[in-house]
């Protein structure tokens, strides 16, 4: 089995910084895409940052300057260091990972973590 599990979410004021783990651990051959999504309360999940296998980053709009998403592909972690935080950044932020189990997989399978919460206090 494969498991995702998010840490260093936590309660910082506006302007302070957190960063956030996601590791991957079980059967896993090769991770494609990693990628971070946020969920303030309500039904919609926000793409937050993606890594690219190769290492390319991609961010949206509301946190390109603030946020640095990288991996660590030896240890199967991704990260998500967070600066200058705003309470709209508020949320619960779930990483997510395409993960081939082994050689025969042509395409990864997707997999998601529980979550680490994230506020900001104004």
């Known amino acids: 089995q494969v498991q995702l599990v998010e840490s260093g979410g936590g309660k910082v004021q506006a302007g302070g910084s957190l960063r956030l783990s996601c590791a991957a651990s079980?059967?896993?051959?090769?991770?494609?895409?990693m990628r971070w999504y946020r969920q303030a309360p309500g039904p919609q999940r926000e793409l937050v940052a993606t890594?690219?296998?190769?290492?390319?980053?991609y961010y949206a709009d509301s946190v390109k300057g603030r946020f640095t998403i990288f991996r660590d592909n030896d240890k199967n972690t991704m990260y998500l260091q967070l600066n200058s935080l705003r309470p709209e950044d508020t949320g619960i932020y779930y990483c997510?990972?395409?993960?081939?189990?082994?050689?025969?997989?042509?395409?990864?399978?997707?997999?998601w973590g529980g979550g680490t919460l994230v506020t900001v206090s104004s």
């Open positions: 997510y990972a395409e993960i081939r189990k082994g050689p025969q997989d042509l395409y990864g399978v997707d997999y």
């Open positions: 890594i690219t296998e190769s290492g390319s980053p």
């Open positions: 079980g059967n896993i051959f090769y991770i494609n895409d």
